[in-house]
């Protein structure tokens, strides 16, 4: 069973880093892309960055220059280390991960952790 969970949100002054973390099990995470996804209340949800399995990353406009995806493949954990907070990156945080199953049919499965509530105000 795939699991998915976050931790490391919280209140943070404008200006101020947090680092996320999103532990992962039930998959062969060195194989899998993981990408950080967040959603502000009344908004959509929206990829915010993606780390492929060989480490190449991408980000959303909005946050680059400020936020670091990484990941620890013998931790089978995905960071985002957020600096330069502003209040509009209030959100909550999910990681998400897409597994492809290949059988006499391709079929992708995706799966999203709990999320992390991040809040920026002073």
């Known amino acids: 069973q795939v699991q998915l969970v976050e931790s490391g949100g919280g209140l943070v002054q404008p200006g101020g880093s947090l680092r996320l973390s999103c532990a992962a099990s039930?998959?062969?995470?060195?194989?899998?892309?993981m990408d950080w996804y967040r959603q502000a209340p009344g908004q959509q949800r929206e990829l915010v960055a993606t780390?492929?399995?060989?480490?190449?990353?991408t980000y959303a406009d909005s946050v680059k220059g400020r936020f670091t995806i990484s990941r620890d493949n013998a931790k089978n954990t995905v960071y985002l280390q957020m600096n330069s907070l502003k209040p509009e990156d209030t959100a909550v945080y999910y990681c998400?991960?897409?597994?492809?199953?290949?059988?006499?049919?391709?079929?992708?499965?995706?799966?999203w952790g709990q999320g992390t509530q991040v809040t920026v105000s002073s």
């Open positions: 998400k991960t897409t597994t492809v199953v290949i059988g006499t049919t391709i079929s992708a499965y995706d799966y």
């Open positions: 780390i492929t399995s060989g480490g190449t990353t």
């Open positions: 039930g998959i062969i995470f060195s194989r899998n892309a």
